[in-house]
């Protein structure tokens, strides 16, 4: 029986289920949660749509057998399950904003290892002793992988499920190659990264089943309506806008002022129209309201500059979302659901392009 419902899956608990969460509310899709204890929600700004809330690692493995629709998980769960680079699993944004870390090679502080190079040399000599590297990590394929590329070898990977950083101090392994953010949890445990060793650069992505996303509109029109908001919020994150009001001749000639500065250019320029004021309040001058968009580092910069050129009753508000025409990373699925469309006749792009 075929499936009607759009799910989307979230971590089911640490600082990815948190960001999650906490960035979907900031974009516009807060989730609806009654009971933690749950492993099911609501978004109310989408109808329709089911969360549930998995491993990180599970999500992956459902969005790829199709029971799961959408997923926010890691990118290193990802790339671990060999799902980073197409097959059934589309990424749909590879940049949230938020699960930031890296997967990166690390040794104990009083080894004489202090980069690949020295890792490199260290394999060997150990192979001529019969005793390849040991090295405690919950990411084997990619660490295989990388340790492949750098002709780091033989080694031996040992896969652990709990604590990697007491493996080398209690002897089941020499190294380990584990995630890091802060870097305080391998300094906590006399651990330093090797220069060279990171192995890759992960953060919250957005995931979709290929051939839901080919064969059912709706999840199509969901994965759009996602992007609209989230590229929204993205694009908006660390602008204000800047509204005030400017004598001049003429729109023309005041743009012309602004575009003379170095912070006052706005997106595609800035927005200058005339104000309309009541009878008695009307003058020789004429006035003229600006708007323009700026970054938060060059805000004050931006204040300084439009006061200079006559600029008054300056407000500045943050913006919450800025709207393209269409996102951008929607056209970039389309282009990559079309590679793969094959004449599939259910996968019409013409009703949401």
Partial sequence: MRRTDIRLALPSKGILQDGAIEFLEACGLKVYRPNPRQYAATIPSLPGVVVMFQRPGDIVTSVRAGSIDFGITGYDVLAEKGA?????????????????????????????????GDLRQWAREAAAADRPI???????????????????GPFQLITVDGTLEIAPAIGYADLICDLVSSGITLRDN?????????????????????????????????ARHFLEYVEAYARARGSFLITANMRGESAEAIAQRMFAQTTLGGLQGP????????????????????NVIVRQEKLFEAVGELRAIGGSGVVVVPCAYIFEEE??????MLDALAKTESGDPAFDRTGLS
Wanted: charged content about 20%; proline content about 5%.
């Fill in 84 to 116: 980073a680079n197409g097959g059934a699993v589309l990424v749909i944004h590879d940049d949230l904003g938020f699960g930031a870390c890296t997967l990166n090679l690390a040794v104990p502080e009083t080894s004489p290892v202090q980069s690949v």
């Fill in 134 to 152: 040991r090295i405690a990590t919950k990411f084997a394929q990619v660490t295989a992988a990388f340790l492949d590329q750098n002709e780091i």
């Fill in 190 to 222: 006399h651990l330093r990264m090797l220069e060279g060793g990171e192995v890759l650069r992960s953060q919250a992505v957005l995931i979709g089943n290929r051939l839901a996303l080919m064969r059912r509109p709706e999840v199509l029109a969901v």
């Fill in 271 to 290: 927005t200058v129209a005339p104000v309309v004021a009541r009878e008695h309040l009307r003058s020789e001058a004429t006035w003229f309201a600006i």
């Fill in 327 to 332: 996102p951008v990373r929607f056209r970039a």
